[in-house]
């Protein structure tokens, strides 16, 4: 049974900051990769930020020295610091692992709302 819990969504004025983390349990043999994507009205999905079993990171570009992405390993967790909010981040934000079998899961989205 795999759980996928999100938290620390919301709305947030411009230049705000959030941080989401997500929690994952029940995944089999041992996570490779976690990371965040998100979806905007009318748009296609896209990585916002990933964090790979040896640390190295990615970041979308239109999120580049905004965002952090973090983990706690011991707690199978993921975080992701958002600063300098803009509207355009506005988004359902979707955390997501793959275990080193290539199994993907995701979690149910976290709505974040930017905007005065």
């Known amino acids: 049974q795999v759980q996928m819990v999100e938290s620390g969504g919301g709305l947030v004025q411009p230049g705000g900051s959030l941080r989401l983390s997500c929690a994952a349990s029940?995944?089999?043999?041992?996570?490779?990769?976690m990371g965040w994507y998100r979806r905007a009205p009318g748009k296609r999905r896209e990585l916002v930020a990933f964090?790979?079993?040896?640390?190295?990171?990615g970041y979308g570009d239109s999120v580049k020295g905004r965002f952090t992405i973090s983990r706690d390993n011991a707690k199978n967790t993921v975080y992701l610091q958002m600063n300098s909010l803009k509207p355009e981040d506005t988004a359902v934000y979707y955390c997501h692992a793959r275990n080193n079998l290539g199994d993907d899961h995701w979690g149910q989205g976290t709505q974040v709302t930017v905007s005065a």
């Open positions: 964090i790979i079993i040896s640390g190295v990171t």
């Open positions: 029940g995944i089999i043999g041992a996570i490779d990769r």
